[in-house]
C-alpha cells in the first residue's frame, strides 16, 4: 500500500500561518510516499507571495509535485509579466518546470498546466488546455504500459460545482476522452476551494477517480473549510480520505473507497 497527500490552493498573501504550520506537521506524521500539490500557492505572483510558498514547499515531505494555478500568474497591475512571460516569477521562485512528470515503481505522474494569462472568454480565471497538451497524455503513458499508477495533475476542476460562474476545465470532453483511451487512475485538480471526490468516464468504457482538493490553509473559503486529500492505493482498491480543519488541527471527516474493475474504479459503496 502507497500513501499519497494532495493538497491544493494554499494561497500565501491569504494563508492562515498556524494552519499552514498544522498542515506540515500532519503532512509529516502521515508520511506518505508522494506529495502532490496542485495549484495557486499565491494570490497574484508577488515575489514576497511566491517566497512564502516557497518555504512551505521546503517543508513538504519528499518526493513532491508542484504545478501553478491561474494566481500564480502576474495581475493585471504588472500587464508585461502577465501577458508577455506570465510563469517566469513562478519558475524563479518554485521551480523552472511548469509541467512536470515524475515516474517511480507505483506513480507515473503527467502534469498539465490549465492557467492563462488572457483568452477570448469573459473569465480569465477559467482553466484552458490546447489540443496539443491532452494529446500528450496518450504519448507519456505509452512509453510505459504496465506501469501501477497514472495520474494526472491540473490546477483547474473536473467535477462541476453547481454555483453559477464557475467552470470546469475545458475542453473537458476531449480531456476525459484522453484520460478513458490511457485507462488514468486519477485526476488531481483543486481550483474551486471544495472538497469533490468522484469516479467518473466520458462513454462508460473506463472510470477514473477524481481528487478535487479544497484548500489547505487559505481564508479565501468557498463554503467549507481548509482540508486536504489522503489518498491510500493499492492494486485493486484505493481509499481517499478528507481531512478536514476544524478545532485546531486537521481531522479524518470522510473516506471513499473505491474497487477496480475491466472498467476503472468504482465508488466501492456505489458498486
Ligand atoms: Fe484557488
Ligand atoms: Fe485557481
Known amino acids: 500500500m502507497k500513501r499519497l497527500i494532495h493538497l491544493s490552493d494554499p494561497h500565501f498573501g491569504a494563508a492562515d500561518p498556524q494552519i499552514a504550520a498544522s498542515f506540515i506537521e500532519t503532512a509529516h506524521n502521515?508520511?506518505?510516499?508522494?506529495?502532490?500539490?496542485?495549484?495557486?500557492?499565491?494570490?497574484?505572483?508577488?515575489?514576497?507571495?511566491?517566497?512564502?510558498?516557497?518555504?512551505?514547499?521546503?517543508?513538504?515531505?519528499?518526493?513532491?509535485?508542484?504545478?501553478?494555478?491561474?494566481?500564480?500568474?502576474?495581475?493585471?497591475?504588472?500587464?508585461?509579466?502577465?501577458?508577455?512571460?506570465?510563469?517566469?516569477?513562478?519558475?524563479?521562485?518554485?521551480?523552472?518546470?511548469?509541467?512536470?512528470?515524475?515516474?517511480?515503481?507505483?506513480?507515473?505522474?503527467?502534469?498539465?498546466?490549465?492557467?492563462?494569462?488572457?483568452?477570448?472568454?469573459?473569465?480569465?480565471?477559467?482553466?484552458?488546455?490546447?489540443?496539443?497538451?491532452?494529446?500528450?497524455?496518450?504519448?507519456?503513458?505509452?512509453e510505459t504500459p504496465a506501469h501501477p499508477c497514472r495520474i494526472l495533475v491540473i490546477h483547474h476542476p473536473l467535477l462541476e460545482l453547481k454555483v453559477s460562474g464557475r467552470a470546469v476545465v475545458k475542453p473537458l470532453a476531449a480531456l476525459m476522452a484522453a484520460m478513458e483511451s490511457s485507462q488514468l487512475d486519477l485526476v488531481l485538480c483543486g481550483h474551486f476551494h471544495r472538497s469533490q471526490i468522484a469516479a467518473k468516464s466520458l462513454t462508460g468504457s473506463w472510470k477514473t477517480m477524481i481528487s478535487q482538493a479544497?484548500?489547505?490553509?487559505?481564508?479565501?473559503?468557498?463554503?467549507?473549510?481548509?482540508?486536504?486529500?489522503?489518498?491510500?492505493?493499492?492494486?485493486?482498491?484505493?481509499?481517499?480520505?478528507q481531512h478536514t480543519f476544524i478545532d485546531g488541527n486537521f481531522q479524518k471527516t470522510a473516506d471513499f473507497p473505491f474497487e477496480k474493475t475491466d472498467k476503472g474504479w468504482n465508488h466501492a459503496l456505489q458498486a
Not at 501577458?83 to 505522474?109: A, G, K, L, S, T
Not at 467549507?224 to 480520505?241: N, R
Open 214 to 241: 479544497p484548500t489547505v490553509c487559505s481564508t479565501r473559503l468557498q463554503g467549507e473549510p481548509q482540508g486536504f486529500h489522503e489518498i491510500l492505493i493499492s492494486a485493486a482498491h484505493v481509499e481517499i480520505i
Open 30 to 142: 502521515l508520511d506518505p510516499d508522494l506529495t502532490v500539490l496542485s495549484g495557486d500557492l499565491s494570490m497574484t505572483a508577488r515575489r514576497s507571495e511566491l517566497d512564502a510558498a516557497a518555504r512551505f514547499i521546503d517543508q513538504l515531505p519528499s518526493p513532491r509535485i508542484i504545478i501553478p494555478g491561474n494566481h500564480d500568474i502576474p495581475y493585471f497591475n504588472h500587464p508585461y509579466d502577465r501577458f508577455f512571460r506570465p510563469f517566469r516569477r513562478y519558475q524563479q521562485r518554485i521551480h523552472p518546470d511548469i509541467e512536470p512528470v515524475y515516474r517511480d515503481d507505483i506513480f507515473d505522474v503527467i502534469c498539465l498546466n490549465s492557467p492563462r494569462p488572457f483568452g477570448f472568454h469573459t473569465d480569465w480565471s477559467d482553466g484552458r488546455l490546447s489540443r496539443h497538451q491532452i494529446s500528450r497524455i496518450a504519448g507519456h503513458f505509452a
